[in-house]
C-alpha cells in the first residue's frame, strides 16, 4: 500500500478553502469595535499551518517515515491549535453581531467551562491511542478520506485541549492544572508503548524501511512526540499555576483594601 497524495485540483481547493477562512475572518473580524491585530494574525497563521500541512511537501514527508507523519501532525497539534483558541473566532463573531448570545448558548458555554479540563483531556488522548495503537494510521496512509478524518480529529481534540487549558476563570485553575498533568502523562505513556515495542506498528513504513528501519524510525518519532509534547505543556503547566497565584493574590489584596476601606469609614 502506498500513502494516498492528494491531487492538484485538492491542493487547489485546499488553498481556496484557506483563503476564504482568512477572508471571512477578517470580514468579522473588521466588524468587531474591539478588534485585535493579534486575534487576526493567530487566524492566518494557523489556517496556513493547516494548509502547509497537507502540502505536496509534507505528504511526501510522511509517505517516507513514520517520523515525517508524526511532524505533519504536530503541525496541527501545537502550532495550528493553539494559535486558533487564542483568535477566540466564536468572541469575534459574538462581537461583531453575527451570531446572538441565547439562553441556551450561555448554559452550553457554562457547560463547557465546567466539564473542559475533563472532557477535553479524555477526548484528545483518546483520539491519539485510537489512531496510533489501531489500524487506523495505517489505512489512513491509503484511505483519503480517513486521512482527512485523522487530522479533522487531531485539530479538534487539540482545540478543545488548548481552549480548556487557556481558559482564565478562576474556579478552574486547579482543573487546568490537572488536565496538563494528565496529558503530559497520557502522551508520555503513547511515546513509551512507541519506544519499547519490538515490531513496526505501521505495516506501510515496514515495508518501505524493513522491520529495523521501521522500528528505528518509530523510535525516534516517538521521542519527538514525547520532547515536543513535554516542551509544550510543561512551561503551560508553570504559566497556569502563575496565573492561578497572581488571581489569588490580587483577590487577596482587593479584600483586604476593602476591610481596610470598611474600617476607615467605620472608625
Known amino acids: 500500500m502506498t500513502v494516498l497524495a492528494h491531487s492538484d485540483y485538492d491542493h487547489v481547493t485546499f488553498v481556496a478553502i484557506a483563503v476564504v477562512l482568512v477572508a471571512g475572518f477578517g470580514a468579522v473580524w473588521w466588524r468587531d469595535t474591539a478588534r485585535s491585530l493579534v486575534r487576526f494574525g493567530c487566524w492566518t497563521i494557523a489556517v496556513v499551518l493547516v494548509l502547509l500541512a497537507s502540502s505536496p511537501r509534507f505528504e511526501e514527508v510522511a509517505e517516507r517515515s513514520f517520523t515525517g507523519h508524526m511532524v505533519q501532525h504536530l503541525l496541527v497539534i501545537i502550532g495550528a491549535a493553539p494559535l486558533f483558541v487564542v483568535a477566540r473566532p466564536v468572541h469575534t463573531l459574538l462581537a461583531a453581531g453575527v451570531i446572538r448570545t441565547t439562553p ?18 479524555v477526548l484528545f488522548l483518546g483520539v491519539l491511542f485510537a489512531t496510533h495503537l489501531t489500524a487506523i494510521y495505517d489505512d489512513a496512509l491509503g484511505n483519503r478520506w480517513l486521512h482527512e478524518a485523522e487530522h479533522a480529529g487531531y485539530l479538534l481534540g487539540s482545540v478543545a485541549v488548548w481552549s480548556a487549558i ?102
Open 104 to 121: 441556551l448558548g450561555r448554559r452550553v458555554g457554562a457547560a463547557w467551562h465546567r466539564s473542559a479540563p475533563l472532557v477535553a483531556p
Open 166 to 267: 487557556l481558559a482564565t476563570r478562576k474556579a478552574n485553575a486547579p482543573a487546568r492544572i490537572a488536565a496538563v498533568f494528565g496529558i503530559i502523562a497520557g502522551s508520555a505513556l503513547l511515546a513509551v508503548i512507541l519506544m519499547t515495542a519490538k515490531d513496526p506498528l505501521v505495516p506501510t513504513y515496514a515495508a518501505r524501511l524493513g522491520d529495523g528501519g521501521a522500528v528505528d524510525d518509530q523510535r525516534a518519532a516517538a521521542a519527538l512526540m514525547w520532547v515536543s509534547g513535554m516542551a509544550t505543556t510543561l512551561p503551560l503547566m508553570v504559566a497556569s499555576v502563575w496565573r492561578w497565584a497572581a488571581t489569588e493574590d490580587r483577590i487577596a489584596r482587593r479584600h483586604e483594601a476593602l476591610l481596610d476601606g470598611t474600617l476607615d469609614s467605620g472608625g
